[in-house]
């Protein structure tokens, strides 16, 4: 079994996001947690507004 962790990660009005997100996966992985999957979410004009990190690591019972 796994347990999941979501980051979100805003980005700029020019879409550069406003946090490192390599430093944010180090972090991460450093406390056990694998990367599963990046979510960009969008604006209606095609600009991404916001990335979702999404993590992984098996859950301890």
């Given at each position: 079994?796994?347990?999941?962790?979501?980051?979100?990660?805003?980005?700029?009005w020019k879409?550069?996001?406003?946090?490192?997100?390599?430093?944010?996966?180090?972090?991460?992985?450093?406390?056990?947690?694998?990367?599963?999957?990046?979510?960009?979410?969008?604006?209606?004009?095609?600009?991404?507004?916001?990335?979702?990190?999404?993590?992984?690591?098996?859950?301890?019972?």
């Open positions: 079994m796994y347990t999941y962790k979501v980051v979100t990660i805003k980005s700029s879409g550069t996001p406003k946090e490192d997100e390599e430093q944010i996966m180090n972090e991460a992985a450093a406390q056990g947690w694998r990367l599963h999957s990046i979510i960009p979410f969008s604006t209606t004009t095609g600009g991404t507004t916001d990335l979702k990190l999404v993590f992984e690591k098996v859950a301890e019972m």
